[in-house]
């Protein structure tokens, strides 16, 4: 069979649909990724197709950098992000397209689940919804949009904000999707969205997550399942320099200190703290400055070294713990490796992580990146440290190394009729289609 996944972000967004898409290769199956170009080398050199889609979100978030500091409340988000996404989807009717030529399946990511479903309505191939974090309404499962509260909510109050922030998100998403359904020669999606046009067991929807971090809801349908997370292990083959090599070697476990794709306007700022916080708390520390969230500041200490990256499945079980921003793949990251986390975080579902991490008893309270200071820093990396969150750490890692995600995804696909699926009308359609959307 043909399939593709489509998945846009950063590559962090990605990584895990290329484990899904190598598990769906190593069972005999063709797989394309649909993503931006950022994304497009580490897709081709592990060996899958590539298939382009405009989404540029490092260059979006270098132009844009208030928008991460928007990032955590999602009304003041939605009108910065609804302008940057109808931009981005004036050419995904077409690329779409090209993207699921000859495909008998289509995966969605986020919000590429709508593109992804609405390719399958135009063309008649099924489509599965995938997710990596919780979006599905419940009583007992905070909406992962919205810091979660201190206390637990009232379950009907959970479920009123779910469909509240559907409403925002569909705002936010119908100026990007309401043009690529009319090229696609499709009906207009009605102002409350896509959401209740299935029935609950209709729906298909994929969780690409650890249950032992957050069980599924009971409250759930049958058709939407969590399967542990979707792992990229061949990055484990990574080369260290020899500067790396030997600062792990030269001492004990140091902490980590990155944030990946994330940028700011206070990256000065940020930067200076965390370096009097690493001096502070007389620890040694290896500074990823990833996408340019932090900054390599001139220091003459021998305990802090400075790399601009390395694949979280090599370096974490290296250290002693992580100081990161709370992004679903390096939450997995953390568990799998089975160290603590410190989080800051700086966008969308970060807070929600960070609090699970929080619930499992391997992290420490969140802390607050507008206000923080180097001692609340260095007193959460303090705390990360004791034995009794190093032991918890070790072992939610235990509970995960049981997990088989990818297995599981394929074994549900398979078990809903869908890697046997095969369409015969895809061609006509597909040309009557495309010469529109052209």
């Not at 090229?183 to 207009?188: G, N």
């Not at 009097?276 to 305990?303: D, E, F, M, V, Y």
């Not at 992290?363 to 507008?370: E, N, W």
């Amino acid at each position: 069979m043909n399939i593709t996944i489509f998945s846009i972000g950063t590559q962090g967004d990605v990584r895990p649909f290329i484990a899904l898409g190598l598990g769906l290769q190593a069972a005999g199956h063709k797989v394309c990724i649909a993503s931006g170009k950022t994304c497009e080398a580490l897709v081709v050199n592990h060996g899958l197709s590539y298939a382009p889609l405009t989404a540029d979100f490092l260059e979006l978030m270098a132009k844009d950098p208030r928008a991460i500091q928007r990032g955590l409340n999602p009304l003041s988000l939605m009108s910065t992000a609804r302008k940057h996404l109808k931009d981005m989807a004036q050419h995904w009717a077409e690329e779409g397209l090209t993207a699921a030529k000859d495909a008998d399946l289509l995966l969605g990511n986020g919000m590429m689940a709508v593109l992804a479903n609405s390719l399958g309505e135009a063309l008649n191939i099924p489509a599965v919804e995938t997710h990596l974090q919780p979006v599905t309404p419940c009583p007992d499962i905070p909406p992962m949009m919205l810091t979660p509260p201190n206390k637990p909510r009232n379950g009907t109050m959970n479920n009123m904000l779910y469909h509240l922030l559907r409403a925002i998100t569909w705002r936010m998403l119908s100026a990007a999707y309401s043009p690529v359904r009319k090229a696609l020669q499709l009906p207009a999606l009605p102002w409350y969205g896509p959401y209740y046009q299935q029935k609950k067991e209709d729906r298909r929807i994929l969780y690409g997550y650890s249950p032992a971090l957050l069980p599924p809801s009971p409250h759930w349908p049958t058709g939407v399942q969590v399967t542990g997370n979707w792992f990229l292990n061949g990055e484990s083959q990574w080369q260290p320099s020899a500067e790396l090599k030997q600062f792990l070697a030269a001492g004990d476990k140091p902490i980590y200190i990155g944030f990946g794709s994330m940028l700011s306007d206070d990256t000065d700022n940020l930067t200076a703290l965390i370096y009097q916080a690493i001096a502070q708390s007389g620890r040694r520390a290896i500074i990823a400055t990833g996408w340019g969230g932090l900054k390599a500041a001139h220091n003459n200490n021998p305990n802090i070294l400075v790399i601009e990256a390395a694949p979280h499945d090599w370096l974490f079980p290296k250290v002693y713990l992580a100081v990161h921003h709370g992004g679903a793949g390096t939450t997995a990251a953390t568990i799998r490796a089975g160290i603590p986390s410190v989080v800051i975080p700086f966008f969308g579902d970060q807070p929600f992580w960070a609090w699970r991490l929080e619930q499992n008893g391997v992290a420490p309270k969140m802390l607050t990146r507008k206000t923080l200071t180097a001692e609340q820093l260095t007193t959460a990396i303090n705390m990360a440290c004791v034995p009794e969150m190093q032991n918890a750490a070790a072992k939610l890692a235990t509970k995960v190394a049981d997990e088989n995600g990818v297995q599981n995804a394929i074994g549900l696909l398979t078990q809903w009729g869908l890697l046997d699926h095969k369409t015969n009308t895809y061609t006509s359609q597909a040309d009557s289609v495309a010469q529109t959307a052209t």
